[in-house]
């Protein structure tokens, strides 16, 4: 009688499987996909570019996998050569961990049959984009990168003999709006409200006490974590120094943006919060910013607060333990000055005093209850468009500066 | 002229480079005898000092030290390797007028501050992180100040065998960067002498130009064996000319790790046991055979998860170009793991090695570590319908070129690679 259930069962099991294992691979047709209207084109020289990238639901359509769960974001690429000589593609160039075609089909050959999973794998590598464009032709294809939250921000670079072009595409996603695209900036300061200055009289703006040292709860009865940064950019070179730095964006309703969506500064919470987050870890850096009514030589300055967190859903974990990783500031702003450095946006920095130290063994703390330290120093950045070589930053507010905050013993 | 070539620069001269340049260098040499009390005055805690390496460019004198697993638990009290953590002891000395910066992201762009390290470092969750005690030692200030020493410990993610990381100094004008290959203790490193130094003969090693090097790769075998030399396995897709030391510059700086097959199976021990908690990123690769020995040198690359994995293998050839090695090799990368009767289990490799090998010339070149490239044949085509096996049966398929990388000595921008027409040199020949 057992016998005759374990063979019933198996039976079961491997019709079950049976079942599973005869799927057929049924992708869409490329060329006829609807995301493919939402392409953007850029051209440099004789090289034209046009990308296009499928929110999740388009993806699944498109390939027949969620490939959006398993963290992969493919790309759309059609270079038009039109140069006297082979351009060569750098799918490197757009993710470094980017993932080949048939990576991709492997990794999601499970429910098929072998016929199954040999038409899907044939179908990626077909609709790859390939490497070598002859001159004079066209090639389009896709390349499976890591998925990133919200607008798909990416570098291209195409390379033939001695000579590099360089593209940057910004590619909105459906489905996600980050916190910034709401705010009107244009209208958020009637023009005599704007204050123009020079780098020089940035410094004096900062030190004095016209600059906020700290936002503000709703009430105005709180402070919130110092405003530890000033950035100077208009928008396209801040949006472009960002993602070069690969910080993240987030949305309004992001869970672990909840306290600092909580900070007023000039009346409102921050324009926009942005994050990088440990590779190996769970800690994470935020920056939230607020267009101020400064402008330095016509380029706006941002004011903004670097914080450490855990980038833990539990809020309350974060705050368990006030001496850990969160109370201290100064490194997070450490952190981001080499981050834009590193990623070759920065144009000029500096540090400037204007908030009162809290030493580690005295820290202060903010409304919502976290502790934290700080040598006082403010960070400033000068953020470029177009990328400048490490060598190519200059440092503003001199050693003179340095001393004064620090009392000689840096 | 062959022959003065080759008296001009044997291959075991690159060797000793190599070999010499592993060792502690003459400066932390004379470093050494200073000793702690007049170099270290007033750090509560110094490094290995035995093991100093100082690099001087301009204003600027770095030093630096990596205390050993064992070094770095007496210095902290806790085993940080384990939790993936090195400590890198670094001094720099502003000797000039100007303010300058270091920025230890150039060690490492993922170093952990001394919170996190001592968030890492506790024994249980109840445990309250030493957050002082990190916080003494660690480098705690960017802003090197004109006519001043900084000094301190970075916390740098473990890198076992040759600690290979840059310390870079910024400031107005040209910023100083500055690397350190820094063998870790605990690891032998002798076995590199005994495994290359004896592969050729001074009779076997001749220099080649444009066309013989061309046709001399193209009669290469095309594919690896197995160890009896009879089954035929990947294609050997890749020729790189450079020196030892440019080959290991280069793949360091891409960010490859090496594998205990450069050093021979007796390191593989060591190197396990230290490690356990990150130890797949130096996990073995099995042996593949060429001129009827096993690679010379292997390296890998992690990626994501531990069944995907690029690896590359190396063989040194008897060639000579421009007065450089010319090695031959072979990449493969893991995407993911299959069953095998010869191997049990064995990684899927991706059939598609032509991609792998272009990923290869950009990463590389990305590291701004390739001055020229161009192909050669000698694979033979297989096409995709039409694919060829492995030694473990992974089908591949390929256009049948290998590519040819001169490796950069001078970091080079992807704006300045030379790509060469190696046509006109092809014999159209396809190794056995």
Known sequence: ?410 | MAMTNLRAMPLALCIFALLAFLQATPAATAETGRGERELFKGQSVPPPNDRLHTNSERDLTITTAVPSAEETKTIFGKNLYIRNIQPVWVQVENKGDESLFLTPMGLDPAYYTAREVAQRARSNDSEAPANASYEQRGLDRLHVAPRSVVSGYVFSRVDEGTKSFNIDVVGNGKPYMISFFVPVPGLKIDHYRVEISKLYGPEDIREVGMAELVEELEKLPCCVRDKAGKDKGDPLNLVFIGSVRDMYYAFMRAGWDETETIYGASLLKTAASALMGDAYRYSPVSSLYVFDRSQDAAMQRARTSIHERNHLRVWITPLLHEGKPVWIGQISRDIGVHFTWRTITTHKIDPDVDETREFLLEDLAYAQMVSKFGYVGGVGPAGYDAPRGNLTGDPYFTDGQRIVIWVASEPTSIKEIEVLDLSPFQTGAIGN
């Open chain 1, 1 to 410: 009688m057992i016998g005759i259930l374990h063979r019933g069962v198996a039976l079961v099991l491997l019709l079950a499987l049976g079942a599973c294992a005869s799927k057929p691979y049924s992708p869409s047709d490329l060329s006829a996909a609807s995301f493919l209207q939402r392409s953007l084109q850029q051209q440099s020289g004789p090289i034209l570019v046009e990308v296009a990238v499928p929110g999740r639901a388009e993806t699944k359509a498109l390939t027949g996998l969620d490939l959006y769960k398993q963290d992969i974001q493919p790309i759309w690429v059609k270079v038009t050569n039109n140069s006297k000589v082979m351009a060569r593609v750098s799918h490197w160039s757009i993710d470094r961990h980017y993932y080949p075609p048939i990576e991709v089909a492997y990794m999601n050959r499970k429910p098929y049959s072998k016929e199954a999973y040999s038409s899907m794998e044939r179908w990626f590598y077909e609709t790859g984009l390939p490497r070598r464009i002859p001159p004079g032709e066209t090639r389009a294809g896709l390349v499976y990168t890591t998925l990133t939250p919200g607008t798909k921000g990416f570098n291209f670079d195409i390379f033939s003999a001695q000579k590099a072009y360089n593209f940057t595409f910004f590619v909105p996603i459906p489905g996600f709006t980050p916190d910034y695209i709401d705010v009107d900036f244009d209208s958020l300061y009637p023009s005599e409200e704007l204050v123009s200055t020079d780098v020089a009289g940035l410094q004096k703006l900062l030190e004095s006490s016209t600059a906020p040292m700290y936002p503000t709860n709703a009430q105005g009865d709180g402070l919130g974590t110092p405003l530890n940064i000033a950035i100077v950019a208009n928008r396209k070179a801040l949006r472009r120094s960002l993602l070069r730095a690969r910080w993240r964006e987030t949305t309004d309703d992001d869970p672990s943006t909840e306290f600092s969506r909580q900070q007023r500064l000039w009346n409102r919470p921050p324009d926009g919060i942005f994050y990088l987050s440990r590779a190996d870890g769970n800690e994470r850096i935020s920056m939230g910013l607020w267009l101020s009514p400064w402008q330095v030589d016509g380029e706006p300055v941002w004011l903004g607060q670097l914080t450490y967190g855990v980038d833990d859903r539990r809020i309350v974990a974060q705050f368990l333990n006030p001496h850990g990783i969160a109370a201290d500031i100064d490194n997070p702003q450490r952190f981001a000055m080499q981050v834009f450095w590193y990623s070759q946006s920065l144009r000029a920095v500096g540090y400037v005093s204007g908030i009162d130290p809290a030493p580690r063994d005295k820290p202060r703390s903010t409304f919502y209850g976290r502790e934290y330290f700080t040598d006082g120093r403010r960070l400033v950045v000068y953020l470029s468009e177009e990328p400048v070589a490490m060598g190519d930053g200059e440092i503003v507010y001199g050693r003179d500066m340095m001393r004064r905050i620090t009392g000689g013993n840096d």
